[in-house]
């Protein structure tokens, strides 16, 4: 009895390993290369599509001209390895798995003050939130992150409550224009603000984004970057003895 009592735990994680998901995932990554960038047809494959978005949730701005960030990034590719009939899986048509079992694109922030952790914009320290896998191979990567990055265009003529200007720039540390094509997420050439909330102590006044290809002399393709480029005001500063000061503008109106 108290061996067929030991082998009921064993006889329950194989049933586990039977369920659909866990057959469409050992399919997926029996062989899986996650170092190997998704190239079906080598190098005479075309440039992997890799789309960026930014949705900013809090802005703060130090007299240093360091801006901390908090953003949900949004990163989709494809991945021609991870494709499968959904038919022959019970109709699963997507699967949700940690990031630290696939190949993800290595899209950097160019001006990254805060090195500690290096310069991924998909920071390690938080980017931990699962990947959604698309039975067509298309993934979806939304993660929150945590910043710091230099403004150059930081005056002090009216500070704090003079207008900024700062800029979230992103792009391969490594991959040309050859092997990533990055483009704007949906086509959206502006950061997203609709999480960006009332709370926060800044108001933003203007944005845009661009999209650049750069030839350095070391490289024989251009390097693609997306540069958000945006204008900012504060609209009240937190005194300890005072409390909230509101600029007085009357921007925080």
Known sequence: ??????????????????????????????SYDKAVIPQQFGDASPPLVIQLGLAPKWFDLDSNGVLTATV?????????????????????????????????????????????????????RSASTNVHIHSNGNILWILPVSHKVLCEGVTYSNWPWGRQTCNLNFGSWTHDSAMYDLQFYDG?????????????????????????????????????NLNFLFSLRRKY????DLGRIDNPTGLHR
């Not at 500063?237 to 300890?240: G, I, K, L, R, S």
Request: charged letters at 20%; proline letters at 7%; one cysteine or more.
């Open 72 to 124: 949900w990034l949004r990163l989709v590719w494809s991945d021609f390895r991870l494709t499968w009939d959904p038919e022959e899986h019970e109709g699963i048509t997507s699967l949700q798995i940690s990031p630290a079992n696939l190949w993800k694109p290595d899209i950097a922030l160019y001006n990254k003050q805060d090195l500690d952790h290096g310069i991924l914009a998909a920071d390690p």
């Open 188 to 224: 959206q050439k502006e950061m997203d603000l609709r999480q960006f909330g009332e709370y926060n102590q800044f108001k933003i006044l203007q944005q845009t984004a661009t999209r650049l290809a750069t030839q350095y002399d070391c490289c024989p393709n251009p390097y693609v």
């Open 1 to 30: 009895m108290a061996r067929i009592l030991l082998l009921l735990p064993l006889l329950t994680l194989a049933r586990g390993d039977n369920s659909p998901l866990s057959v469409l995932r050992q399919a997926l990554f029996h």
């Open 237 to 240: 500063v937190v005194d300890p």
